[in-house]
């Protein structure tokens, strides 16, 4: 199981740039994709919660996990639903990504099969949470008109990502060497919208959806140094950080995330890594 980089180009954005307007600090709002992960041992999404929970940092930082719930190597097992308790007790959001035996692509199901696959899957969450998950994210960013819809009948709202690690599971190359030039590539392009206010301001800060994928173990070895990254590069950047860097409060958690939600699949951020390019090619 191996990891994709997508390397970095020129940036946007210098760290001599001055905002015009005096934008809200910026919070990191971390999300993880397709775990938990049922390894044995040496479990990444054990590894993950870890960090999260204690690192030089920030100790105890909350994050929202975009879970496979009968994923037949994770959450599909007595071992992936330990996990997803795990989480949940931990102060972390469940949220909803597929309930298919594999990474089945939303699209391609058909809307009977992927309003079956939403019921089971929000059932196996409300079942671990006592509440119906609020957030979706669909498996290889791909989505339509439809697709949207469907999840909005469900109560899901879509939430996509600003900064990725590109660290998605693939059979390639399990490292990166693109690390900071990548978050720092995309940190700059987001730039412009913070200085010019145009985006929510939530608790008195800017949440910045981050998204990493806790079932890759290379993720999990280096989450201590991609949280430096991504302090670093704000620094670089001259974009304001707030006291708190990252989420450590479920309800705010929550409240940053439908905040950043997509309503419209016409007016619908660009996905990250190579995925707005590649589904381009199929519209």
């Known amino acids: ?25 910026i919070r990191y709002l971390l999300t993880f994709d397709d775990g938990p992960s049922a390894v044995r041992p040496d ?24 879970t496979q719930t009968r ?17 949940v007790e931990e102060g972390h959001l469940l949220a909803f990504h597929t309930a298919t035996p594999r990474h089945s692509n939303h699209r391609y199901l058909g809307e009977q099969d992927l309003k079956a696959s939403l019921e089971l899957g929000i059932a196996d969450l409300t079942s671990i949470t006592g509440v119906a998950p609020k957030l979706v994210r669909p498996p290889f960013w791909s989505y ?79 989450l201590e140094e991609y949280l430096g990254i991504l302090l670093d590069v704000a620094g670089e950047l001259n974009v304001q950080v707030s006291e708190k860097p990252f989420y450590d409060a479920a309800d705010e958690l929550e409240r940053a995330a439908l905040a950043r939600v997509v309503k419209d699949s016409n007016n619908a951020p660009e996905l990250p890594g190579i995925w707005n390019w590649f589904w381009s090619l199929f519209r």
Not at 1 to 25: E, K
Not at 45 to 64: D, F
Not at 162 to 180: M, Q
Request: net charge neutral; glycine share 8%.
């Open 144 to 222: 339509d008109a439809l697709t949207l819809d469907v999840y909005q009948q469900h109560g899901l709202q879509m939430l996509l990502t600003d900064l990725s690690a590109n660290d998605g599971i693939i059979y390639g190359i399990n490292f990166s060497l693109t690390k900071r030039r990548n978050m720092r590539k995309l940190l700059a392009a987001m730039r412009p919208r913070w200085c010019q206010n145009t985006l929510p301001v939530v608790d008195g800060v800017t949440p910045i959806v981050v998204t990493f994928h806790d079932i890759n173990p290379y993720t999990a070895n280096h």
């Open 43 to 66: 479990n990444p999404t054990e590894k993950v919660l870890s960090i999260l929970s204690k690192n030089p940092h920030q100790n105890g930082i909350k994050a929202v996990f975009f």
């Open 1 to 25: 199981m191996l990891a994709l980089s997508v390397a970095g180009q020129s940036n946007a954005a210098t760290a001599d740039d001055t905002c015009d307007g005096n934008p809200a600090p």
């Open 71 to 87: 994923a037949v190597n994770g959450g599909g097992t007595e071992y992936g639903r330990t996990l997803l308790k795990r989480e």
